[in-house]
């Protein structure tokens, strides 16, 4: 059965989606939105050192990732830059050092648009065993810092105080992210995986009642999203990872629709007035 | 567990600086258990930077702070905002950094007279509400040292002395330190072991009645608050000598106060004046 890639692919894709979906929220509660970018901008960078010094695409991407993530918490903590100036500096200035450093590569053709935009379809069995032992590691440490992570997200002085550590679960989370951008990159590509990370999450937030829930609900969502947005794919023919991504934005629409939006609205109504 | 009869915080010519400039300087401050010290002071008297010295979220600069090891902490900031993005219900919000029974949760909850919205979303609540859920929480974590930055602000006139006197009977309850800065001069000189007045430097500091009687203190705040402190100053079974000892109204001189011995107002007398 894995031997079929369109099995591969789905595999590939929700085990991705059930990782990017928890984190994502982290990303929403956090308006960290354009920090996935800037570090699937850098990812790019990542793909071409790996090429240059012949190294494994995952690692390189990872280490670059992770590099860039915490050069932005070091430089958030005693920059005079605002966190969106400073993401955006380096989001584009990696992406721009990658580019350059990709014309230095003269003799190895790289498939540009598959980084870009991700090649599920070509998932190997190598690739499947990575996404799941990295995913299955980051869920494991995300589980297991989730309390930290959270009340820091509310409040560091707070967690802080109440001795919980939130530098470390800080970090911690910086680097969980990183591995997500590295495993990630084949299923969605460089340019759609802060789609995959933010969509389902936010989709999420419309049906949730508190954060674990909204973990929970996220990683199914994108699961979802992903099943759809690959078999809508093999039936019109249409590019996977865009795919996923259409079928993820569909998901947040439906559940803006009146019909849903007014049935969770009376729940909670109804909940408050029996207390 | 920690002995909390012992010293819980203690800061030593603490100072903190920042571009240059002193916030605060020179800080002296001792929190026992079953003690309520509290900050008061001006509008940028260096207040919160004190607190957030004492709970370690700031290094001084100078002098030294030192808690006792194994310290568990209760935390009210002065100023938490609940992102939108966050479904937190109240009771969730109640485990924010340590898992707590249901049990207690309502206890806490109730304690502060907001059962009724254990299950509501915490961005939905007013000031008021927010600040008693803040209060909530950091009582059922049933912690050695409470910190409270302005604990009651935002609530209502008749919640705020209820939740003073909540505040004072916790110590006793629970046996912990806490370290409260308050504007409610009234309030605080009525139901505070010890008062800290803070000015950038510590401006007076002792029992509440030697700071009221202090020049530097009317100086501060001039008259009025010295007379408002009057209104409470009846009664009591002790007197606080210029030594820091205490003598008892049975003449027994002691070092301090004891929880058992009356406070600085009459309980009852101090019920009716609340009630009127």
Redesign the interface.
């Known amino acids: 059965m894995l031997d079929d890639f369109f099995v591969r692919a789905l595999l590939a894709g929700v085990g991705v989606a059930l990782v990017a979906g928890p984190l994502g929220c982290f990303i ?2 956090r ?1 960290l939105a354009y920090f996935g970018d800037t570090l699937s901008h850098s990812a790019l960078l990542g793909v071409v050192l790996a090429f240059l010094l012949q190294i494994n695409i995952t690692l390189a991407v990872f280490g670059v990732c992770a590099a860039v993530a915490l050069s932005v918490l070091a430089l958030q903590r005693n920059a005079s830059l605002s966190s969106d100036s400073l993401l955006g500096m380096l989001a584009h200035s990696s992406l721009a050092l990658g580019l350059v450093a990709l014309a230095f590569m003269s003799s190895v053709r790289v498939d540009l648009m598959g980084f870009l935009f991700g090649d599920i379809l070509a998932v190997s069995h190598l690739d499947l065993a990575v996404i799941y032992i990295g995913g299955g590691i980051v869920i494991a440490v995300l589980f297991f810092i989730w ?1 930290a992570l ?2 820091a ?3 560091t ?8 550590r939130p530098d470390r679960a800080n970090i911690v989370f910086m680097l969980l992210m990183a591995v997500v951008i590295a495993i990630s990159m084949k299923i969605v590509g460089v340019l759609l995986i802060t789609a995959l990370l933010i969509i389902p999450a936010a989709t999420a ?1 419309q049906l ?4 674990e ?2 973990a929970v609900f996220a990683a199914i969502l994108g699961a979802i999203a992903v099943v759809a947005g690959l078999f809508g794919s093999l039936e019109w023919d249409t590019p996977s990872g865009p795919s996923i991504v259409v079928s993820a934005a569909a998901l947040f629409v439906l559940v803006l629709l009146p019909v849903v939006a007014i049935s969770r609205r009376r729940a ?1 109504a109804e ?2 007035s029996s ?1 | 567990m920690l002995d909390r009869s012992s010293n819980l915080v203690t800061l030593e010519n603490a100072g903190l600086n920042r571009g240059g400039a002193w916030l605060v300087r020179g800080v002296d401050l001792t929190v026992r258990g079953g003690e309520v010290v509290t900050l008061i002071g001006p509008n940028g008297a260096g207040k919160s930077t004190t607190a957030k010295i004492a709970l370690g979220l700031l290094a001084p600069d100078e002098g030294s702070a030192k808690r006792a090891p194994g310290l568990s902490v209760g935390y009210v900031p002065q100023k938490l905002s609940i992102d939108w993005t966050l479904p937190l219900s109240v009771a969730r919000f109640m485990g924010l950094t340590n898992r707590i029974a249901a049990a207690e949760i309502k206890e806490a909850l109730d304690l502060v007279g907001i059962a009724h919205l254990a299950g509501s979303e915490v961005r939905h609540l007013s000031g008021g509400e927010f600040q008693r859920a803040l209060l909530a929480r950091a009582i059922a974590r049933k912690p050695d040292l409470l910190v409270l930055d302005e604990p009651v602000q935002g609530v209502d006139f008749s919640g705020e002395i209820a939740l003073y006197e909540l505040i004072s009977n916790i110590r006793t309850s629970l046996g912990c330190g806490i370290l409260m800065i308050s504007h409610d001069l009234h309030v605080v000189m009525a139901s505070t072991d010890s008062v800290v007045c803070l000015n950038g430097h510590v401006c007076c500091q002792g029992t509440p009645h030697a700071v009221a009687e202090s020049s530097e203190y009317r100086e501060l705040f001039g008259g009025r608050a010295a007379a408002t402190l009057a209104v409470y100053e009846h009664a009591h079974d002790h007197t606080h000598l210029s030594d820091g000892t205490v003598q008892h109204a049975d003449g027994s001189v002691t070092e301090y106060c004891h929880p058992d011995d009356g406070h600085h107002h009459d309980d009852e007398h101090g019920e009716a004046d609340h009630a009127g």
């Open positions: 929403v509660w308006r309390r959270f009340a997200t509310v409040n002085d707070l967690a802080a105080a109440e001795g919980l937030r949730a009642r508190g954060p829930q909204m909670p909940r408050r207390l």
